[in-house]
């Protein structure tokens, strides 16, 4: 990665918004769990703009030299999964992330942004 997560995670986060992403939140996991830095969790209101929210989270990550190692859920746009390594992003749809609550999962987490 050629930009450090802390430097990465704001454009995530501005990226996201730019597509109306709903309730971004953004966890710190450090010193909680191995699997990343951050988690960003938002929701879109449709699967087109779940689908609107990862694409551009992707490219913005591109931008950056930042290889995104895997995209899942793309196809139904329920729940995408965009793993950066260090920062790992869900994006729900509205009625989706109620039914998962992944927030609640990581109440350990401290959480350092919210939109």
Known sequence: MSITPDKLMPLIVDA???KKAMNIITLNLQGISGIADYFIICHGNSETQVQAIATAVRKKAEEKDVRVRGMEGMDTARWVLVDMGDIIVHVFHRDDREYYN???LWSDAKVVGQV
């Open 16 to 18: 996201a918004d730019d």
């Open 102 to 104: 992944i927030e609640r």
